[in-house]
């Protein structure tokens, strides 16, 4: 997260967050809080303009995942290191229950748990990521309890991108009190509709000039050529992202993820 007088930055992973708070720290005075963290008091910043950004999500998993293929990332390190990373989960949330059920029911599936390491292997490896895919926003994916996700009922109604923006751009109080244990897609949106903080989504795709937009809507002195000039950092390398699908795995994220299809228009090409 990167806060300034005048705007506060809710930093959604592998949506150029990076980039654009290189950005913001070269035209803002402002600070660098925990990356990819929750505004945990919206009332004290409601004054500021709230943005954030998204991503194309049958592109997004592509990313995510290919990240983890060259050695990087908080969710390869997580999934890699299942189950001792359960356990470390419990201790650090708090979520001690579900997080050492878990723990549990990956022990005593030895020898049958998915070989992640093996899934991150190769980024060019379409069957390597389709795999990754199904596991994630399959049966599989609704063990994991990275950010709280299996814990929350919610994870029966979304992927977990969609799981991932609305904990950033939701109110905090109201993620925990009602937004996580949200069951349909219809109440996701609705809760959205009613609880975002973000006032300013920027997309991936024209990420420069939606900031464009942003900075000088606070007054910035900036031109797109200047922000074009910034190179971007923490990114993947892989095929263009829909080389990895097939039609299986593109339905997985048109259901899973409906929401972010929904709400910003996104479609596979």
Avoid at 18 to 35: D, I, N
Avoid at 90 to 104: D, H, K, P, Y
Avoid at 185 to 198: G, L, N, P
Avoid at 246 to 263: S, W
Wanted: proline share 1%; glycine share 6%.
């Amino acid at each position: 997260m990167y806060i300034s007088n005048e705007i506060v930055y809710l930093q959604m992973q592998k949506s150029g967050s990076s980039h654009v708070t290189a950005v913001l720290r070269k035209y803002t005075k402002g600070k660098a809080w925990e990356k990819h963290a929750q505004l945990t008091d919206y009332q004290a910043f409601k004054d500021r303009l709230i943005v954030s950004s998204v991503r194309n999500p049958w592109d997004w998993y592509v990313s995510l995942w290919a990240y983890g293929c060259s050695g990087k990332g908080g969710l390869r390190k997580y999934l890699t290191s299942l189950p001792v990373s359960e356990l470390r989960h419990a201790v650090r949330s708090g979520e001690i229950g579900v997080s050492l059920r878990s723990a549990v029911r990956m022990a005593s599936q030895a020898g049958r748990r998915p070989n992640w390491k093996r899934l991150y292997a190769d980024a060019a490896d379409a069957g390597n990521f389709r795999a990754w895919l199904k596991l994630m926003l399959g049966a599989e994916g609704q063990f994991i309890s990275k950010e709280g996700y299996s814990a929350s009922p919610i994870k029966a109604a979304a992927g977990f991108m969609t799981y991932r923006f609305l904990a950033l751009t939701t109110e905090f109080g109201q993620w925990n009190a009602i937004g996580r244990k949200l069951t349909t897609q219809e109440d996701v949106a609705a809760f959205a509709d009613r609880h975002s903080i973000a006032t300013r989504i920027m997309r991936m795709e024209t990420l420069n000039a939606d900031l464009l937009d942003v900075l000088q809507s606070i007054g910035a002195k900036v031109t797109l050529d200047a922000l074009e000039a910034i190179s971007k950092t923490n990114t993947s390398t892989h095929r263009k992202y829909t080389d990895y699908y097939d039609d299986e795995a593109y339905q997985l994220v048109a259901k899973r993820d409906r929401f972010i299809v929904d709400r910003f228009g996104y479609q596979m090409f």
